[in-house]
């Protein structure tokens, strides 16, 4: 199937220096700000990518939890293929494709586990069912039929039915300590506003990149 010719322009206002943060987290709130009151779906979803020791690249969606001038969080399995990935090679990149606002911000960096504190703090936020969901999952490996699946979700409801559920040792999350942050404007004949910033020490170095 050729779609080769499916194309928009994009219309929208231009991003200069002087309008930019010289913070790039800050920048990012109010980037991720304009997005929520946008009305963008799920503007906290983001695509994660990473490779492992054999240097394939490999990429999901996964939600973006929490932010601060440390980096980037999410939550997952720590033995999922993702987590193995990671152990291999402590280096990841993500994508927030904000379509709806002609914008992208992409950011690359090294990985790191939070604490178990940040973990467990989350996880007893969680819904009940997603908590068990935590429990019943290996995730990334192979199963014969949903059937089974959802017989080990009656298994923990019985093992859990009481009190608490307890935050799985092998569930937690990591946080992307970026290196470099991106913020990409769309404008129109694709000649796009592109603004970089890149880790120096303590500091950081805004340059324009050519769209």
Do not use: C
Not at 26 to 34: A, D, L, T
Not at 59 to 81: H, I, P
Not at 165 to 194: C, K, N, T
Not at 202 to 207: C, E, F, V
């Amino acid at each position: 199937m050729d779609i080769g010719d499916m194309r928009r322009d994009f219309e929208s206002e231009g991003l200069d220096r002087e309008a930019l943060s010289d913070d790039p987290f800050q920048q990012f709130e109010i980037w991720f700000g304009n997005a929520r009151e946008a009305g963008i779906l799920e503007p906290n979803a983001m695509s994660l990518a990473t490779s492992g020791a054999d240097s394939m690249p490999d990429l999901r969606t996964v939600l973006l939890k929490y932010f601060d001038e440390r980096g980037f969080v999410f939550y997952t399995n720590y033995e999922s293929r993702k987590a193995h990935e990671i152990a291999e090679n402590p280096r990841a990149a993500l994508l927030f494709p904000w379509i709806g606002l002609n914008r992208q911000v992409r950011i690359q960096g090294k990985v790191e586990k939070v604490s178990k504190t940040e973990s467990l703090k989350y996880f007893a936020s969680r819904p009940r069912g997603s908590q068990i969901g935590a429990w019943v999952s290996e995730q990334s490996k192979a199963i014969t039929s949903r059937g089974l699946l959802e017989q080990k979700v009656a298994e923990m409801k019985r093992k859990f039915s009481e009190g608490e559920v307890p935050l799985p040792g092998f569930w937690g999350g990591y946080r992307v300590v970026p290196e470099r942050i991106e913020f990409w404007q769309g404008r129109p004949s694709r000649l796009h506003d592109r603004f970089e910033y890149v880790r120096e020490g303590d500091d950081w170095l805004i340059q324009r990149l050519q769209p």
